[in-house]
């Protein structure tokens, strides 16, 4: 992944918000962003594989996902295979409007519908 590339034609698409922070999305033209605020002066940034929201909306539709769901049953194992992949996958659908972030937990996870 070349960083000049990675910021060539982004714009925002919307944020997510998770337990303790603000996720926002951003799509640019080869994958997308997830940009979290760290503290006043830094963020986190991950990238998310462009072909996520397909391969999650594909698997999932109509149903509840956690993080944890998502990895052990999705059939593209590749793009979530780094630690919180499946998190920010989630993060992007929500973004996109694509997926709602739910009050019910299941344990401690998050539970997702994908629409």
Known sequence: MKVSKLFEGVHYSG???GDRKTYYVFE???D???VAPNSAAS???TVVDREVPEVVARAFK???VTASRLRKGSRRPDLFDIPFAPLNALYVMVGLGRA???KQREGKAMVFKIK
């Open 62 to 64: 109509g149903k509840h």
């Open 15 to 17: 944020k997510a918000a």
């Open 43 to 45: 963020f986190n940034l």
């Open 100 to 102: 709602q972030k739910l």
């Open 32 to 34: 997308y962003l997830v």
């Open 28 to 30: 640019g033209d080869s």
